[in-house]
C-alpha cells in the first residue's frame, strides 16, 4: 500500500480510501465486516463514512466491527461527515451549533469510539456563518472528539472562506475536501483544486467511477453481466457520452488493464488528490482496485484520455480564469 499525508497535515493515509455507503444496503454486515478486515490487510487504513448513510446503520455497522477489538480503531483513520437532516424537526440538520454537537455525540456514539479522526461538513450550509461553525468545531477540538476537519462538495470560494475565516481564529482549518471527480465530471479542476492546492487541502474524490459508467459497463453488457449505470443521472451521462465510454474501454484493452483500474489510477495520477473513495460491494471487487496502485499511465495515455474526456474548458487545460476567460 501507498501512504501519503492528508493535505498539509502530518496525518498519514493510504492512497484508496475506503468508502462505506454499501454497508447496510447492498453489502450485508458479515460481508462489510469482511471487508474492512480485508482492507487492513492491504494496508488500507482510511475509511469515510457518513451519519446520514442508512439514516445511521452505516455507522452502527462500522461501530460493531470496532467493538471486536484486536486493533481494529488503532489501526483506522475514522472519516464520517455531519450536514444532512437526522430528523424532521428543526435543528436536526445543517451546521448550526446545536446540531453539529449532537451529530458528533450521535455518530461517537453509534461508531462506539471516543473520537472521530476527521469530521466532514457533508455540504456547504449557507445560512451558519463561518464564526459559528468555527467555534463549535474548536470545542470538539479541544474535547478530543474530533482530531481533523474537512469539507464535502465546497466550491472554490468556500474553501476560501472557511479557511480565512479559521485563519483569523489561528485554526487549522480545513484539512481536505471530498467532491464528485473522475475522468466523467471534472469540473473541480476549474476552481476545486486550484484552491485546495492553494490552501494545503488534500482533494479526496467520491464516484471515481462515475457511478460505475467508467468500470467496462459497454463489455459487462456484452457478456450479460449487471452494470450499475442503469439508471438515473449515471444512465443519462453513459448515453451522452456512449462514444467516448466506447473509446475508453479499446484504450484499456490496448493497455491490458481493466477500465475501472485505469479510472483509478487516473485519478491517482492527478496533482493534489490524495486518494479516491472506492465502494466495493465483495472483498473480491476491493483485492481487484489495488491494481491501480501499480498502473503508471504516460504522457501519451493521459493526452489520450484528454482527448476523450476534455477538461471543462474551452481553451482546454486551463486554470481559470484562463479557462473561460482570457
Known amino acids: 500500500?501507498?501512504?501519503?499525508?492528508?493535505?498539509?497535515?502530518?496525518?498519514?493515509?493510504?492512497?484508496?480510501?475506503?468508502?462505506?455507503?454499501?454497508?447496510g444496503s447492498r453489502t450485508s454486515e458479515e460481508d462489510s465486516h469482511a471487508i474492512m478486515d480485508r482492507a487492513h490487510e492491504h494496508g488500507i487504513n482510511f475509511f469515510d463514512t457518513a451519519d446520514s448513510y442508512?439514516?445511521?446503520?452505516?455507522?452502527?455497522?462500522?461501530?460493531?466491527?470496532?467493538?471486536?477489538?484486536?486493533?481494529?480503531?488503532?489501526?483506522?483513520?475514522?472519516?464520517?461527515?455531519v450536514y444532512l437532516p437526522t430528523g424532521d424537526r428543526p435543528n436536526e440538520g445543517g451546521l448550526s451549533a446545536l446540531h453539529i454537537r449532537r451529530a458528533v455525540e450521535a455518530s461517537l456514539k453509534r461508531l462506539r469510539t471516543d473520537h472521530i479522526d476527521l469530521y466532514q461538513m457533508h455540504h456547504i450550509d449557507r445560512s451558519a456563518p463561518w464564526e459559528e461553525i468555527w467555534e463549535a468545531f474548536g470545542v470538539l477540538r479541544q474535547q478530543g472528539k474530533v482530531l481533523y476537519f474537512g469539507s464535502s462538495n465546497f466550491a472554490g470560494?468556500?474553501?476560501?472562506?472557511?479557511?480565512?475565516?479559521?485563519?483569523?481564529?489561528?485554526?487549522?482549518?480545513?484539512v481536505s475536501e471530498q467532491s464528485i471527480y473522475n475522468l466523467?465530471?471534472?469540473?473541480?479542476?476549474?476552481?476545486?483544486?486550484?484552491?485546495?492546492?492553494?490552501?494545503?487541502?488534500?482533494?479526496?474524490p467520491y464516484s471515481p467511477?462515475?457511478?460505475?459508467?467508467?468500470?467496462?459497463?459497454?463489455?459487462?453488457?456484452?457478456?450479460?453481466?449487471?452494470?450499475?449505470?442503469?439508471?438515473?443521472?449515471?444512465?443519462?451521462?453513459?448515453?451522452?457520452?456512449r462514444?467516448?465510454?466506447?473509446?475508453?474501454?479499446?484504450?484499456?484493452?490496448?493497455?491490458?488493464?481493466?477500465?475501472?483500474?485505469v479510472g483509478l489510477a487516473w485519478l491517482l495520477a492527478q496533482d493534489?488528490?490524495?486518494?479516491?473513495?472506492?465502494?466495493?460491494?465483495?472483498?473480491?471487487?476491493?483485492?481487484?482496485?489495488?491494481?491501480a496502485l501499480r498502473i503508471t499511465l504516460d504522457d501519451d495515455t493521459l493526452a489520450r484520455l484528454d482527448e476523450l474526456f476534455p477538461p471543462p474548458a474551452p481553451n482546454g487545460a486551463k486554470p481559470a480564469p484562463e479557462a473561460y476567460a482570457w
Open 272 to 291: 493534489g488528490v490524495t486518494g479516491p473513495i472506492i465502494g466495493p460491494r465483495t472483498t473480491e471487487q476491493l483485492d481487484g482496485s489495488l491494481r
Open 209 to 241: 467511477l462515475h457511478g460505475g459508467v467508467l468500470s467496462g459497463v459497454l463489455r459487462k453488457q456484452r457478456e450479460g453481466g449487471a452494470v450499475r449505470s442503469g439508471s438515473g443521472i449515471w444512465a443519462a451521462a453513459f448515453a451522452e457520452q
Open 54 to 81: 442508512g439514516e445511521g446503520a452505516t455507522e452502527e455497522i462500522l461501530g460493531r466491527w470496532f467493538a471486536q477489538g484486536g486493533g481494529r480503531r488503532d489501526r483506522t483513520v475514522l472519516a464520517t461527515k
Open 184 to 204: 466523467m465530471s471534472r469540473w473541480v479542476e476549474l476552481e476545486v483544486l486550484p484552491a485546495a492546492r492553494a490552501y494545503g487541502l488534500g482533494v479526496i
Open 243 to 261: 462514444d467516448s465510454v466506447e473509446a475508453y474501454e479499446k484504450l484499456c484493452a490496448e493497455l491490458g488493464e481493466d477500465p475501472a483500474h
Open 157 to 174: 470560494w468556500h474553501i476560501a472562506q472557511a479557511q480565512e475565516a479559521a485563519r483569523s481564529r489561528h485554526f487549522l482549518g480545513l
Open 1 to 23: 500500500m501507498e501512504y501519503t499525508r492528508l493535505g498539509r497535515s502530518g496525518l498519514s493515509v493510504s492512497r484508496l480510501v475506503l468508502g462505506t455507503m454499501n454497508f
